[in-house]
T-cell receptor, first 112, second 113 residues
Framework: KNEVEQSPQNLTAQEGEFITINCSYS?????LHWLQQHPGGGIVSLFM???GKKKHGRLIATINIQEKHSSLHITASHPRDSAVYIC??????????????FGTGTLLAVQP | NAGVMQNPRHLVRRRGQEARLRCSPM?????VYWYRQLPEEGLKFMVY????????ESGMPKERFSAEFPKEGPSILRIQQVVRGDSAAYFC???????????FGPGTRLTVT
């Protein structure tokens, strides 16, 4: 079982729909990241959060530390949001390592 | 302030050759991380370096792979005697301090023929 699980693996939506991508993890963490990767492209960091909720434009990320769960929401989705969304957790602060452990990603396709 | 830079963006090597991948962190960042994305697989941590030191190399294959981050110049990921299974996208990320947000480079796509 992966330490970081995402659902769904694939998601197709119509333009304008509200989208939710979920991430569950089984290890202790110091922070959780949401990343975006376009096909064949680089990786963009969307959010880093360790508690509560963050909002940037049409994107909202929430985390529940007790339940070891995070969600990424996209409001008023647009075809340009089509990409792979990746959840990654950072191993506990204070250790020597600062590495990220990644989920397998959610492939989102938003149709016009 | 330029972002994380990686070069080359695409690299083709024949089996047995050496591959050198370079990563220039963002200005002011002294922590560098290398990640590998194999075809149809997720990203995996390889190595974490701070200037002149390897902090964590638990994700590096035991043979043929090495990394450095010298006092001057970019971080280098070196793969000796490449094999087809090394074909992947290699991403570098940097952060100003341990625990800070990591910023990713555009990646180097290595193809071994």
């Amino acid at each position: 079982k992966n330490e970081v699980e995402q659902s769904p693996q694939n998601l197709t939506a119509q333009e304008g729909e509200f989208i939710t991508i979920n991430c569950s993890y089984s290890v202790g963490i110091s922070a959780l990241h949401w990343l975006q990767q376009h096909p064949g492209g680089g990786i963009v960091s969307l959010f880093m959060l360790s508690s509560g909720k963050k909002k940037h434009g049409r994107l909202i990320a929430t985390i529940n530390i007790q339940e070891k769960h995070s969600s990424l929401h996209i409001t008023a989705s647009h075809p340009r949001d089509s990409a792979v969304y990746i959840c990654a957790v950072r191993s506990p602060y204070g250790g020597a390592t600062n590495k990220l452990i990644f989920g397998t990603g959610t492939l989102l396709a938003v149709q016009p | 302030n330029a972002g994380v830079m990686q070069n080359p963006r695409h690299l083709v090597r024949r089996r047995g050759q050496e591959a050198r991948l370079r990563c220039s962190p963002m200005k002011g960042h002294s922590h560098v991380y290398w990640y590998r994305q194999l075809p149809e697989e997720g990203l995996k941590f390889m190595v974490y370096l701070q200037k002149e030191n390897i902090i964590d190399e638990s994700g590096m294959p035991k043979e043929r792979f090495s990394a450095e981050f010298p006092k001057e110049g970019p971080s280098i990921l070196r793969i000796q005697q490449v094999v087809r299974g090394d074909s992947a996208a290699y991403f570098c990320a940097s952060s100003p301090n341990q625990g800070d947000e990591q910023y990713f480079g555009p990646g180097t796509r290595l193809t071994v023929t």
